[in-house]
């Protein structure tokens, strides 16, 4: 247990030195909202729905992207630098080091999401009620899952600047056709048929209605639990074809 | 039940290639072990397997008794891979305490300064910021951390400047004076006599000698006869004699392994080659070594 707690704070410690966890996630996500909801859009009816909607997408992109990149890349430093190498020859079990990545990045999680909804609260003045506040930052706590999951399978890559630059893509990808950046009625009917199925525009629509004083569509939960399900299986799978030494 | 590690017929294959070919030794408790062999001879791969990192193509490796994965195992052993490693984001001191935590009984951080040298500027240091000379100390301290009974090091020396070269063997010194099982990889002949109280020899994945180093001393050099000769001279009539163990030309001169060297002398001028400047040598040790292990002598 005491080992668990230190490998837990260990890597919540070195995410939060990480420049580029404090940039992408963070700072960006924050930079981001302020432009879009005060430099551009300035004729949109109703303001403060924008505003409160637009701190969800932010608040997702930055989760988003922690998950997929932070972790992949990290994970993929490790093994390629020996280290992982260096702690199975200690007594360090498997489990005990992947929860700690696990709890370590949610505990990030909570951070980033205390973080950039405070920055909303402070930038537009965005008001909603304590259960709408607790209940979109679960949402986006949980939904964070299949993208940890795919941290997971970038993780899985042998070269540190393939799993950046892939891992870059297909959040830059899967944030601007999931609706993060811009609402997706803006997009194309055909890009709007297919972001319906991304697990991007799933996490952030969920949080979207939350703020709307909805509760998400199960339709959101159920593509989301598939994508975890798909891409555990995914690394699971590729992690005991690399095993074969 | 003395044997720390058990190694049984083990055998690894990559691809195409045999890394390590039926390799079989025990090694008991306090003994102070040099795995010697040159660049490729399969240090690294058999060191792998005893620390469980790869598995054998065939036959079966014990510590302990056990399988190296087990976590009784992990606990007790210590290891410098020859890949030194260290995590980012994190100071050393930050890091020993990590490595601490998975140990049941692990030294304090005191005696591990005491120990590798590492000074009060380095446990304040990010791993990221090291030099390579800092982070061999910290991994070496990284493979004391959990005070094991056996430690294994894979070429610990190379990229070590003469001090710190020095300050690693005394400690080890120190460490086998407690009673510790030591197992460390070389590719100097000289380092593993001052170090090891027994040489594995290894040579193409297998093992060509072992025993103490005097004993892998005296099997390795060889008298030899060496002279000068017209180069267009035929040395056939050489070749037919049993006393002569190995022939072979190296810089203008020709050098005759044998054990007997009073019947060399006879041979050469019975056979009347035209042999000028003889030497008759006791083999230097570094030379017989680098005959053995090395491929870059040119035949006749
Ligand atoms: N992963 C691998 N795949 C293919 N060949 C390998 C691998 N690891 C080692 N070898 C080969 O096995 C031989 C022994 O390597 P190694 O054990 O590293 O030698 P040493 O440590 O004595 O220098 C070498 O010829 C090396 O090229
Ligand atoms: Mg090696």
């Known amino acids: ?245 | 039940m003395n044997e720390i590690v058990t190694v049984n017929n083990v055998t690894k294959s990559f691809q195409h290639k045999k890394a390590v070919d039926d390799v079989s030794f025990s090694i008991s408790k306090g003994e102070v072990v040099a795995i010697l062999g040159p660049n490729g001879a399969g240090k690294t791969t058999t060191i792998s397997m005893i620390l469980g990192l790869l598995k054998p193509t065939s036959g079966e490796v014990r510590l302990f008794n056990l399988l190296p994965h087990e976590k009784q195992v992990r606990e007790k052993i210590g290891t410098m891979l020859q890949e030194v490693s260290v995590m980012q984001g994190l100071k050393v001191n930050e890091i020993l305490e990590l490595i601490r935590s998975y140990y049941p009984q692990p030294l304090s951080i005191q005696e591990l300064i005491a120990l590798t040298g590492l000074t009060p500027q380095d446990l304040k240091t990010r791993a990221e910021k090291l030099s390579g000379g800092q982070k061999r100390r910290l991994s070496f301290a990284l493979a004391l951390a959990g005070n094991p009974e056996l430690i294994i090091f894979d070429e610990p020396t190379v990229g070590m400047d003469i001090t710190s070269r020095k300050r690693f063997w005394q400690t080890v010194r120190t460490l086998a004076d407690q009673g510790k099982t030591i197992i460390f990889s070389t590719h100097y002949l000289q380092e593993a006599d001052d170090a090891a109280d027994r040489i594995l020899l290894f040579k193409d994945g297998a093992i060509a000698a072992d025993g103490t180093p005097a004993q892998i001393k005296a099997s390795i050099t060889k008298q030899s006869v060496s002279f000068v000769v017209d180069p267009e001279k035929s040395l056939e009539k050489l070749y037919q004699h049993s006393e002569i163990t190995d022939i072979f030309r190296k810089n203008n001169r020709v050098y005759i392994h044998t054990d007997n060297t009073d019947r060399i002398l006879e041979l050469l001028f019975q056979e009347r080659i035209g042999a000028r400047d003889i030497q008759i040598e006791r083999g230097k040790l570094e030379e017989a070594f680098e005959q053995l292990t090395g491929e870059s002598k040119e035949a006749i």
């Open chain 1, 1 to 245: 247990m005491k080992t668990f707690q230190i490998q837990c704070k260990v890597e919540i410690i070195r995410i939060l030195r990480n420049r580029y966890f404090v940039f992408w996630s963070l700072v960006m996500p924050i930079i981001f909202y302020y432009v879009f909801t005060n430099l551009v859009n300035s004729n949109i009816p109703n303001k403060s729905e924008w505003q409160a909607h637009y701190l969800m997408s932010m608040t997702v992109f930055s989760v988003m992207g922690s998950s997929m990149m932070t972790l992949g890349i990290r994970l993929v430093q490790e093994r390629s630098q020996g280290w992982s190498t260096f702690l199975r020859t200690t007594p360090l079990s498997n489990t005990v080091y992947f929860a700690a990545q696990m709890v370590g990045q949610s505990v990030i999680h909570v951070f980033s999401i205390v973080i950039i909804f405070i920055a909303g609260a402070l930038i537009n003045d965005v008001s909603l009620t304590v259960l709408e506040w607790i209940m979109s930052g679960l949402w986006i706590l949980l939904g964070s899952l299949p993208f940890l999951a795919l941290g997971t399978l970038i993780g899985l890559m042998k070269k540190v600047e393939t799993a950046a630059g892939v891992s870059n893509v297909l959040y830059m990808v899967l944030a601007v056709s999931g609706g993060l950046w811009m609402p997706l009625e803006v997009m194309p009917k055909m890009m709007q048929a297919i972001a319906k199925w991304l697990p991007s525009y799933n996490f952030g629509s969920g949080a979207w209605e939350i703020v709307r004083g909805g509760l998400p569509d199960w339709k959101n939960m159920m593509l989301l639990i598939a994508y975890l399900v798909l891409f555990m299986l995914l690394s699971n799978y590729i992690r005991r074809k690399q095993e074969v030494v």
